[in-house]
């Protein structure tokens, strides 16, 4: 996007703009300012022992002056951010905040932006920059932060910051007014410091200093500290002297500007006065800033201003000076009084002094405030571009509705950066207007010939639209590029005959035009190229919700739900997340409830987008619902109608199809078994020869039972093979085994065909009845294995005696084992210590022999490889097994449901010791193994009951983590808040005392977090 040679300044990370050397400089302190010990001790002790330091007081208070000062005695790399008005755009501020960190820690430079380009929320960016720090012990100041008090997304820039920084970092918040950050304990370091009016303000001693430095000997300390309270400014510039006979004098009505009037400025001759007012706009004045707003004589006025008793503070080594901020508002204001031209004219001149600097989006805000929207239209688009980049949609559409009236309506670069706008704000329907209006004034080819993104963006939003033929006619007038390619690759999942025509490859470039290569690859079931996390912080960002979507359909809803939870929580789920996948996605984790009502929030997310793809999305969703949920095929027909009755549904082969299956579906369960065919066959053809996988399984199994059912026993056997083929294909079972367990006599009539019995159909048999669906006689026995306690096998739920110990081994062994199979050396080592004697061979055999005799046609042996199976017909299970199983299981689950699901496990684990008296290196290993799991377990359980209020629970649990791991600091922890829950204060320091006793058996002592714990919950 724009140009590739945007460069950075003063530590702003790649493609960030240029930033404003003087924002992330302290200021420097004048010679003759007085030292305030107090104060800087004061703050000081403060940065050293808090991670957050707030100077909240009022203009003139000595905020800055003393924070500098303070900062001297530290030791730490001092980063520092000086905020302007403009800074209220979060994006703006995670970029500055870059910048000012970069100038201690070269680790974060790029953190930000590339996390802005990867569309993170601002505030999860600027956590992100936090945490980039890491453990260099720098000082971050904010100063002037009041500017963004307004702003409410800025502010949570900054609260973010303060929350992620890592404790060995401090923050120091500088601002007229207490900023609206919830400042909430948490970390090993105490929070929040503050100083205020009252902790900054002048006491005599320092007032006599101050005025004696000043040569103000005229003035009684004691006179000025009783009538301003110590208010620095007020004691330094006599603003309290004026209020009894200067209000009004030279036109003013507050008293410090009437005094600055009388006493400061009319003390200048004209020229001199001229130049503050007309330079006050300048954060900096220097004699080439000056110049470049049209003053006279600069560097000549500036070195007899140098002369002057002026409220401002000079540079040491140049010319160049900075007014206090109070004299600068007041100059400001007077520069305001002017009239709206002179006030123009000025803020001309500071725009094209800071686009000859290189500021560019600074000098695009002082163009848009001179009314000189044109001077922006050589440099704005890039600007632009980084503007949308880091979602800051307000200032673009602001800059966007302010160059209108002076842009060429077909320039390129800003049609792509409407677009842009609007497709990052998912707003196709706005993006289509834009293309629209180029259309009706006979320009849209136009640009599509200049720009093949713009023409692209715009075939994104016809693409929305269902106008397959727009898009066509874009497709025709483009350039090849990489953005077009996308576009072509895309139109894969919704009309066949466009493909072929525009081919494209589909490869990833890094752009936000992957977001349609990852849509596609995941309609046409690349799912397994999906998993992989990409290298690209935008493509990561926009391949969120296709991954989500990937893990969901090759189910790994564990995984699914965690990070849809995250995205969902970030703010920044997306119109298909939330509306399309979102509730079948809760449905399927058992949340209906929740399922209905994101479809029904989503409905109006849908109709904002102005997206008719989304909406028939949208409906296909609810109609799967109606299933699922409500086992109402009736409904779902009639949801299946609408979509039918759209006229663009035809356009999108991946919403037809889906539709069909759903509609072939709803028939079979209401026993209309021609409809189903004719329905699947439909679909199942088109997803066939479009290579569109996603539900090519279930389509092809849901066919395979029409056809049977139809009398068609070839077709049916045909269907499912298809089925089966499709799933190897999209690299899992997942769909596959849904549509089994709707019909499982599929699998059966199909395994009938099957003379062996190791055959994939036989997997998923027995993935089948890991599930509880029935299959028939195909498998045989359920056997299962009692580990815990005492060893035992039940076949069907009977059991049956296994004389010899290393046969009842040899089973569990297999069992326990993904692919229930073993090598005969494996054996030997796991069951006989690597043995290789004839002896451990022969006790080899005699168990085989015993477990085959016990259990017929238990085991297979390949003799030419030596690999020993269980046989697939027979379906083992292990209470091991399950409890891995249950542990697994809980952690999709929240709360008391977790809770239930994790005792349920330890019941499985406190029936006894695992393989009570057997020994075997793999015995060994595998009882430590479940022993650390069950230990994680019960932490993470009592954890859950305390949560729940379940605390005699919690602190049972709590209890027997520390009887089997003494050394585990976050139990007694624990067993010090149940203790504090229930009022039991004695507790709460024997806990503490118990675990001080238990660490220094091996010369270790209590962590921070447990010390300050206990002083957190003594009374």
Same mark, same amino acid.
């Given at each position: ?115 802005? #380009? #990867? ?46 920084? @890592? $404790? ?169 009084? &002017? ?54 949609? @307000? ?12 842009? $060429? ?124 996390? @990409? ?60 399922? +209905? ?9 849908? #109709? ?45 082969? =991946?919403?037809?199809? @889906? ?54 026993? $070839? ?9 089966? &083929? ?179 496990? =330890? ?60 050394? &585990?600091?976050?139990? +007694? ?10 009022? $039991? ?7 503490? &005392? ?26």
């Amino acid at each position: 996007m724009g140009p590739s040679d945007r460069s950075s300044l003063d530590g702003a990370g790649p493609g960030a703009a240029r930033v404003i050397r003087r924002k992330i400089t302290p200021p420097l302190l004048p010679p003759s300012v007085v030292r305030r010990p107090r104060v800087e001790s004061l703050l000081a002790r403060l940065i050293e022992n808090h991670r957050i330091v707030c100077a909240f007081a009022s203009a003139g208070a000595g905020k800055t002056t003393a924070v500098l000062q303070a900062a001297a005695q530290l030791d730490r790399p001092l980063a520092w951010l000086s905020m302007d008005a403009t800074d209220a755009a979060p994006g703006r501020l995670v970029v500055y905040l870059e910048a000012a960190l970069a100038a201690c820690d070269p680790a974060v430079v790029g953190v930000g932006t590339a996390a802005l #380009a #990867a569309k993170i929320p601002h505030a999860e960016a600027a956590g992100l920059l936090a945490e980039a720090v890491e453990d260099v012990p720098l000082l971050l100041v904010i100063d002037d932060a009041e500017r963004i008090a307004h702003a409410p997304e800025a502010v949570a820039v900054l609260h973010s910051v303060a929350k992620y920084l @890592p $404790d060995v970092a401090r923050l120091v918040l500088i601002s007229r007014q207490e900023l609206p950050i919830n400042l909430g304990g948490m970390g090993a370091v105490p929070w929040t410091g503050a100083v205020g009016e009252e902790d900054l303000a002048f006491t005599v001693d320092e007032a006599m200093q101050a005025l004696d430095a000043s040569g103000r000997t005229d003035i009684d300390p004691v006179e000025a500290i009783i009538e301003t309270g110590g208010w620095v400014t007020g004691v330094m510039f006599e603003a309290w002297r004026s209020a009894d006979h200067v209000i009004g004098s030279g036109g003013e009505a507050d008293p410090l500007h009437g005094y600055l009037s009388l006493q400061i400025l009319d003390q200048l001759d004209p020229a001199e006065r001229e130049f503050l007012i007309t330079t006050s706009v300048l954060p900096e004045v220097t004699p080439a800033a000056a110049e470049a707003l049209g003053a006279q004589d600069a560097t000549v006025l500036l070195h007899r201003l140098r002369s002057r008793r002026l409220p401002v503070s000079w540079e040491q080594d140049a010319v160049a000076m900075r007014c206090h901020p109070r004299f600068r508002e007041y100059l400001v204001q007077l520069l305001a009084r &002017r009239g709206e031209q002179a006030l123009r004219a000025v803020h001309l001149g500071n725009a094209c002094l800071l686009a000859k600097e290189g500021h560019l989006e600074e000098a695009a805000e002082e163009f848009f405030t001179a009314g000189h929207p044109e001077g922006a239209l050589p440099f704005v688009y890039p600007v632009l571009e980084r503007v949308i980049e880091r979602t800051d949609f @307000p200032v673009a559409e602001r800059w966007l509705r302010e160059l209108a009236p002076v842009r $060429d309506a077909a320039q390129p670069e800003l049609v792509e950066a409407e677009l842009m706008l609007a497709l990052s704000r998912e707003d196709y329907g706005a993006g289509i207007e834009v293309a629209d209006a180029l259309l009706r004034s006979g320009r849209r080819e136009e640009v599509a010939g200049r720009s093949s993104r713009a023409a692209s963006l715009m075939a994104w939003c016809y693409l929305h639209a269902g106008r397959i033929e727009d898009i066509r006619q874009l497709l025709a007038v483009a350039d090849p590029s990489p953005d077009m390619d996308a576009l072509r690759h895309s139109l894969r999942v919704a009309d066949d005959r466009l493909a072929d025509e525009f081919p494209g490859s589909g490869a990833l470039t890094g752009g936000p035009l992957d977001a349609l290569v990852l849509r596609a690859d995941y309609d046409l079931g690349r799912l397994k190229s999906l998993m992989t996390i @990409p290298e690209s912080p935008w493509v990561v960002r926009a391949a969120e919700p296709w991954r989500i979507g990937a893990l969901f359909a090759t189910g790994h809803l564990d995984q699914a739900f965690e990070l849809y939870q995250a995205v969902a929580l970030s703010g920044d789920s997306g119109v298909w997340l939330s509306a399309v996948l979102g509730p079948r996605l809760m449905a399927e984790v058992g949340e209906a409830d929740a399922a +209905w009502s994101l479809l029904t929030e989503g409905r109006a997310r849908i #109709a904002a987008s102005g997206s008719r793809m989304f909406a028939l999305l949208g409906m296909l969703t609810e109609a799967e619902l109606e299933l699922i949920l409500h086992d109402d095929p009736a409904a779902a027909r009639r949801v299946l109608d609408r979509i039918r009755e759209d006229d663009v549904s035809h356009s999108f082969a =991946f919403v037809n199809e @889906p539709a069909l299956m759903l509609s072939g579906l709803a028939h079979l369960l209401e026993g209309d078994d021609r409809a189903a065919r004719d329905d699947l066959a439909a679909a199942v053809k088109g997803m066939t020869e479009g290579h569109r996988r996603l539900h090519l399984p279930a389509a092809a199994v849901f066919l395979a039972e029409a056809e049977w059912r139809c009398g068609n026993e $070839d077709a049916a056997d045909a269907a499912a093979d298809l089925a089966l &083929r499709s799933a190897e294909e999209q690299g899992s079972n997942h769909v596959l085994l849904d549509a089994l367990a709707r019909f499982p006599a599929v699998l059966s009539r199909r395994l009938d065909l099957e003379r062996r019995a190791d055959t994939p159909w036989h997997g998923l048999g027995r993935a089948l009845m890991v599930r509880g669906v029935e299959v028939g006689d195909v498998l045989s026995a359920a056997v299962h294995g009692i580990e815990f306690g005492r060893r035992a096998v039940l076949v069907n739920g009977e059991e049956v005696k296994i004389s010899l110990t290393k046969s009842f081994e040899l089973l569990v062994f297999l069992a326990n084992r993904s692919r229930q199979e073993a090598t005969r050396q494996e054996l030997l080592e796991a069951l006989f210590d690597a043995r290789a004697d004839e002896s451990a061979a022969s006790y080899l055999r005699q168990a085989t022999l015993r477990l085959r005799k016990i259990l017929p046609d238990s085991l297979e042996v390949d003799r030419a490889t030596g690999l020993v199976r269980l046989n697939g017909r027979m379906r083992v299970t292990t209470e091991s097994a399950q409890l891995i199983h249950l542990l697994g299981q809980a952690t999709s689950l929240r709360g008391a449901d977790r809770l239930r699901t994790l005792l349920a496990a =330890f019941e499985i684990a406190d029936r006894g010791t695992y393989l009570s008296g057997m020994r075997s290196p793999w015995i060994d290993e595998r009882r430590l193994y479940l022993a650390r799991l069950v230990r994680d377990g019960r932490l993470e359980a009592a954890e859950l009951a305390f949560a729940e209020g379940h605390l005699k629970q919690a602190g049972r649990l709590a209890a027997e983590v520390l009887r089997q791991d003494p050394f &585990r600091e976050t139990a +007694w922890r624990l067993q010090m808040r149940v203790a504090h829950a229930v009022g $039991d204060h004695d507790r709460i320091v024997a806990a503490y &005392r118990d675990c001080e006793r238990t660490l220094a058996e091996i010369g270790a002592e209590p962590s921070s977090a447990t010390s300050q714990l206990l002083a957190d919950l003594r009374p």
